[in-house]
């Protein structure tokens, strides 16, 4: 499985940017997806999950009502949709696939949870 991050750049404080990851694998719907990010000097932290089918999602509160994920199965994709960014949101984002076993879904938060791992897309906020 190989995981393909676009869409980072270059924004002012306030604006927007939607991030696209690419799963190559034929078994899409069947991983929990996620995003994180890394700030320089900073540990990976969590930002969003989705479920298999997209019915279910999970934020850490600092993105709550800012940023929404979502996903086409039919692409293969998942997105993260980012409003209202803040100089904060500075970071190397990257997006993870998990294996999971059995239907109910349970939000994965740590990176030791996540099987595959883009490369990472840079998403610079100005003030």
């Known amino acids: 499985v190989q995981l393909q991050a676009s869409g980072g750049g270059l924004v002012q404080a306030g604006g927007s940017l939607r991030l696209s990851c690419v799963h190559s694998g034929r078994t899409f719907s069947s991983y929990v997806m996620g995003w994180f990010r890394q700030a320089p000097g900073r540990e990976r932290e969590f930002v969003a999950t989705?479920?298999?089918?997209?019915?279910?999602?999970y934020y850490t509160d600092s993105v709550k009502g800012r940023f929404t994920i979502s996903r086409d199965n039919a692409k293969n994709t998942v997105y993260l949709q980012m409003d209202s960014l803040k100089p904060e949101d500075t970071a190397v984002y990257y997006c993870?696939?998990?294996?999971?076993?059995?239907?109910?879904?349970?939000?994965?938060?740590?990176?030791?949870?996540?099987?595959?791992w883009g490369q990472g897309t840079l998403v610079t906020v100005s003030s």
């Open positions: 989705i479920s298999w089918s997209g019915g279910s999602t």
């Open positions: 993870a696939a998990a294996i999971t076993v059995g239907s109910l879904f349970k939000p994965f938060t740590e990176p030791r949870e996540y099987d595959y």
